[in-house]
């Protein structure tokens, strides 16, 4: 099994500044273990020059446990977080940003990606081999291409995890 990941390693703060539009002022990284589950995570501080929108963005990778005997369940994760229920995959990509409802399958990376809407914005998750990568970006308030910031970040995290 692979070693941890250093989640704040995966993204150049330039990258976020470029996608994001605003510089990033810290990041903050963090692990922990959820069962045979490891998450390495990274919060990039962002905020808008009038400080009025917070633009940040948070990584998480969510891998198995290189210590764990038993090995790890990223498949198990997927599976009850996304796949279990059928209806989950017919929404289509452009609804995801009309409404909160069940995950909407997104392609073009990963093994598999889906969106799940929030009230505050949302979040991507992309599964890539034995690990999911989520990833959410602050959004302007209007709400607009929910999707293609995260997406962007996932693709430049997917590359440098393969």
């Excluded at 799940?116 to 959410?136: E, F, H, I, M, P």
Aim: with cysteine; glycine share 8%.
């Amino acid at each position: 099994m692979k070693p941890a990941v250093d989640a704040c390693g995966l993204l150049q703060s330039s990258e976020i500044e470029s996608i994001q539009g605003v510089q990033v002022q810290a990041t903050q990284p963090t692990a922990q273990k959820h069962g045979k589950l490891v998450v390495s995570q990274c919060y990039y501080t962002a905020y808008s020059a009038d400080g009025s929108k917070n633009l940040s963005v948070y990584l998480q990778v969510i891998q198995p446990d290189a210590g764990n005997a038993q090995g790890g369940s990223v498949k198990e994760f997927w599976e009850e977080r996304f796949r279990n229920n059928k209806e989950k995959k017919r929404r289509p990509e452009h609804e995801a940003e009309e409404s909160l409802g069940p995950p909407v399958l997104v392609s073009g990376i990963g093994d598999e990606a889906f969106w799940l809407a929030s009230d505050r914005g949302g979040a991507l998750y992309v599964l890539k081999n034995d690990r999911v990568v989520r990833v959410t970006a602050g959004a302007p308030v209007d709400g607009k291409n929910k999707i293609e910031k995260p997406k962007a970040l996932a693709k430049k995290i997917i590359e440098r995890l393969t």
